[in-house]
């Protein structure tokens, strides 16, 4: 047993994780060609737009269901939209955010634009301290736009008009996952902006530029939507709960910095916060990177249920990134 640990602390999680990413991609945007339907409430970016996917995004489900009246919402309809929430959650505990970091197709798509940008030999960038964390406060506006436009088509707030049905699904129809992931598939229709109507011109006019930010941002910011996904936020509220756990222990932080320089958010704290047990932050995608990267013995470790699945170690950091550190200082 010990001999089975030792082997996955020193193994390359990055390499494991590049090829879980790449079966996941297959199967979450051409799935449906074979009949692959996983679920309609993953924790995940698997765009229902894209008609071959093979499970769709839980975002979608739950605007639909919360387009609904107050009394449908506190009737048997609402046990409904409970239960759906439950089977996303049942996803979302078992890997609590490492579904953004080893299997989400959007994410996939970003660090591939990311290698690509490596291979030009183009410098990536990084957001100032301050300008991050106003940046990371958007994802969490997204999601109570998404959570309280369908009501307010449904119904009427404080007395005033419900709103257009053209707005709907507030927030599908501004994401950029709309317009690009259709694209793998040869489905192009995505990219017609809607005239019939202003909301319906505002919405897909945004998204389309959205999609355009997508690309040129991802190009130059590793994971540069992640951190305004509303999904993110959704699962950030619950992942105290999750089976799967980040643990650090403070008393062996040298704070050298390596867990800051190879996180593709750019999450600080990480390397900060020595106080702190359970270090998934919520712009965290558990990709593990950090544990790699850290070459302090169980400084980092990752738990599932408390069991540990794979420690940070002196010699997996050496292993894997060698003595002189390149790849390293490539990151």
Same mark, same amino acid.
């Given at each position: 047993?010990?001999?089975?640990?030792?082997?996955?602390?020193?193994?390359?999680?990055?390499?494991?994780?590049?090829?879980?990413?790449?079966?996941?991609?297959?199967?979450?945007?051409?799935?449906?060609?074979?009949?692959?339907?996983?679920?309609?409430?993953?924790?995940?970016?698997?765009?229902?737009?894209?008609?071959?996917?093979?499970?769709?995004?839980?975002?979608?489900?739950?605007?639909?269901?919360?387009?609904?009246?107050?009394?449908?919402? /506190?009737?048997?309809?609402?046990?409904?939209?409970?239960?759906?929430?439950?089977?996303?959650?049942?996803?979302?505990?078992?890997?609590?955010?490492?579904?953004?970091?080893?299997?989400?197709?959007?994410?996939?798509?970003?660090?591939?634009?990311?290698?690509?940008?490596?291979?030009?030999?183009?410098?990536?960038?990084?957001?100032?301290?301050?300008?991050?964390?106003?940046?990371?406060?958007?994802?969490?506006?997204?999601?109570?736009?998404?959570?309280?436009?369908?009501?307010?088509?449904?119904?009427?707030?404080?007395?005033?008009?419900?709103?257009?049905?053209?707005?709907?699904?507030?927030?599908?129809?501004?994401?950029?996952?709309?317009?690009?992931?259709?694209?793998?598939?040869?489905?192009?229709?995505?990219?017609?902006?809607?005239?019939? &109507?202003?909301?319906?011109?505002?919405?897909?006019?945004?998204? $389309?530029?959205?999609?355009?930010?997508?690309?040129?941002?991802?190009?130059?910011?590793?994971? /540069?939507?992640?951190?305004?996904?509303?999904?993110?936020?959704?699962?950030?509220?619950?992942?105290?709960?999750?089976?799967?756990?980040?643990?650090?222990?403070?008393?062996?932080?040298?704070?050298?910095?390596?867990?800051?320089? $190879?996180?593709?958010?750019?999450?600080?704290?990480?390397?900060?916060?020595?106080? &702190?047990?359970?270090? $998934?932050?919520?712009?965290?995608?558990?990709?593990?990177?950090?544990?790699?990267?850290?070459?302090?013995?169980?400084?980092?470790?990752?738990?599932?249920?408390?069991?540990?699945?794979?420690?940070?170690?002196?010699?997996?950091?050496?292993?894997?990134?060698?003595?002189?550190?390149?790849?390293?200082?490539?990151?």
């Amino acid at each position: 047993m010990n001999k089975i640990k030792t082997y996955i602390d020193n193994a390359n999680v990055s390499r494991f994780r590049f090829w879980v990413q790449l079966v996941t991609f297959i199967l979450f945007v051409y799935g449906g060609y074979w009949g692959i339907s996983i679920s309609q409430n993953l924790p995940i970016f698997a765009c229902p737009y894209d008609h071959a996917t093979g499970g769709t995004c839980y975002l979608i489900s739950l605007q639909h269901q919360l387009h609904i009246t107050w009394a449908n919402l /506190f009737s048997w309809r609402g046990v409904a939209i409970l239960t759906s929430f439950g089977t996303f959650l049942i996803f979302f505990l078992v890997l609590n955010k490492a579904w953004c970091g080893f299997v989400c197709p959007v994410g996939t798509l970003q660090d591939w634009i990311t290698k690509l940008r490596k291979s030009l030999g183009i410098r990536f960038s990084r957001y100032e301290d301050s300008t991050f964390k106003y940046l990371k406060v958007i994802k969490y506006i997204f999601l109570l736009w998404l959570l309280i436009v369908p009501l307010a088509i449904a119904n009427s707030f404080f007395g005033l008009p419900q709103m257009s049905h053209d707005w709907f699904p507030p927030f599908c129809t501004i994401c950029p996952t709309r317009v690009i992931m259709p694209l793998f598939t040869g489905d192009v229709s995505q990219l017609i902006i809607d005239f019939s &109507s202003t909301p319906s011109l505002i919405m897909t006019t945004l998204g $389309v530029l959205a999609a355009g930010l997508f690309l040129t941002g991802s190009f130059v910011k590793k994971r /540069f939507f992640c951190l305004f996904c509303p999904m993110s936020a959704l699962q950030y509220l619950f992942s105290k709960i999750a089976f799967l756990r980040l643990n650090k222990d403070g008393n062996k932080c040298t704070k050298c910095g390596n867990c800051y320089r $190879v996180c593709d958010v750019g999450i600080k704290e990480i390397a900060d916060d020595i106080t &702190s047990k359970n270090i $998934v932050k919520d712009d965290c995608m558990l990709c593990l990177k950090c544990v790699e990267a850290c070459p302090e013995d169980r400084c980092l470790e990752v738990t599932f249920l408390k069991f540990p699945i794979i420690s940070a170690t002196e010699e997996g950091f050496f292993k894997r990134y060698g003595t002189d550190n390149k790849e390293l200082k490539d990151e």
